[in-house]
């Protein structure tokens, strides 16, 4: 049965909706809820400006976690470890507000902390709180914790990353690249979007003229990027069906497969369906699978906001596809997502080591399944948001070694910059390229 979030239900005597919102979506995030779900269930319900509010703390604790964690560390009689978690995320909260939140008066941030703590854990739990914070907001002059000497603790604690995944990153591009990767990853993601049924310069002056400031896409020019602050769907554009969101990192995946114009196309993993849109402007007919039901009838409600005619969404499993063959078949695997931080700042504690045994398994069964979907000279297409090789060239390797039916083949020439290509496969980098990371290869099937 499902749960229905209002704002009585949101609603604590003494506490905003805003910050009873904030820890309810911490608490499922331990129960392993994704963060862009967990936040549409407890934050719908609030309005825009304090959902905006609720954004910037939730996203903002996740890039800084290691940071917080050693100063309250150090403030917190035997550390962190030995406390409830959901208290230890209220005191990130907390100190996320004195710290990095100008707009909050410690005042404000201490007390409805307290008061927080103090309803869903006792007044044992609210005068440790209590006490903590007011600690940092007397030493907020002199807090910084101590540099740990050892450089990869330190580049965890100063980016709030695993020290495990830096070292893979430093293993593989040096510390340089990888300092510049973890900054990134702690930008605030901006918002582009893609035009549907109308032209760039269309849309432009739609935006424009709603007051929205808006930007040119280097990798991908006919996108636009939006300044910050936006109430998306507030416009009257996105009522309309005039354009819908897409990292450029997405439509550069699209964009590569070049499918052909009057093509067929299986999108095997399609939601939440942009890339599934993109490749719809030039084939006759899109075939949008995923294996969730609520999954395709987001793409359901998405693809009828925009009108879309030549999409088809169905419940499918990749694993075990029941549909014929295609012209062109897309698989965007599932992933670990490291190419996503900087959007999703949740991955990054999500992460698990046995993930890169677990999801390389699952990427073959679906690549396996996908190519003898491929009718013989059609075009298998297979991308992650992954920048790990163990789930984008080891998998194309040992596929095509297998495989001696297919073969690389690089799109034409002009169709997506050649900053992206990598002898012939899609590769953007997030401290190369200021987008998400995206792998992609294009394998074509003999005739």
């Not at 739609?206 to 990027?225: C, F, Q, Y």
């Amino acid at each position: 049965m499902m749960v229905v979030v209002t704002k009585k239900l949101l609603s604590m005597p003494g506490v905003t909706d805003s910050r009873a919102a904030a820890a309810m979506v911490l608490a499922d995030l331990r129960n392993g809820a994704m963060l862009d779900a967990a936040f549409e269930r407890y934050v719908a319900p609030l309005d825009a400006r304090d959902r905006r509010w609720v954004q910037e703390l939730l996203w903002g604790m996740l890039r800084t976690r290691n940071r917080l964690d050693a100063m309250l560390a150090e403030r917190v009689r035997g550390g962190i470890a030995k406390i409830d978690v959901d208290v230890t995320d209220l005191l990130r909260l907390g100190a996320y507000q004195l710290l990095s939140m100008g707009s909050v008066p410690a005042y404000a941030a201490i007390g409805q902390t307290v008061e927080l703590t103090k309803r869903r854990h006792g007044i044992g739990a609210s005068k440790l709180v209590n006490a903590v914070l007011r600690r940092i907001d007397r030493e907020r002059d002199t807090i910084e914790p101590p540099v740990p000497d050892e450089p990869l603790e330190a580049l965890a604690q100063q980016y709030s990353h695993p020290r495990w995944v830096i070292a893979r990153w430093a293993d593989r591009w040096g510390m340089e690249d990888t300092e510049r990767l973890l900054a990134v990853n702690n930008e605030p993601a901006s918002i582009s979007v893609r035009p549907y049924g109308v032209n760039r310069e269309q849309l432009d002056g739609m935006l424009t003229g709603a007051g929205v400031t808006t930007h040119e896409v280097p990798l991908v020019p006919d996108s636009i990027r939006l300044g910050p602050g936006v109430a998306l769907t507030e416009l009257g554009a996105f009522k309309q069906g005039l354009f819908f969101v897409q990292d450029p990192a997405a439509t550069l995946v699209a964009q590569y497969a070049d499918v052909p114009d009057g093509s067929v196309v299986i999108d095997l993993c399609a939601a939440p369906g942009g890339k599934a849109l993109e490749l719809s402007r030039r084939a006759r007919l899109v075939v949008a699978a995923d294996a969730k039901m609520a999954r395709v009838e987001r793409m359901l409600t998405g693809f009828g906001r925009l009108d879309a005619t030549n999409l088809i969404p169905i419940v499918c499993d990749a694993r075990h596809p029941a549909i014929g063959e295609a012209d062109v078949v897309v698989i965007d695997v599932p992933c670990t997502g490291t190419g996503t931080f900087r959007r999703h700042p949740d991955a990054r504690w999500r992460l698990r080591v046995s993930d890169f045994a677990v999801l390389p398994a699952l990427q073959r069964e679906i690549l396996l399944a996908a190519a003898a979907m491929v009718k013989p000279g059609g075009l298998l297409v297979y991308s992650t948001c992954s920048l790990e090789l163990e789930e984008n060239d080891d998998q194309i390797e040992s596929f095509l070694a297998t495989h001696k039916e297919f073969t690389l083949e690089p799109p034409p020439a002009g169709t997506v910059p050649d900053s992206v290509l990598d002898h012939g496969l899609l590769r953007v980098l997030p401290q190369q390229h200021g987008t998400d990371g995206a792998f992609a290869a294009r394998l074509r099937r003999t005739a």
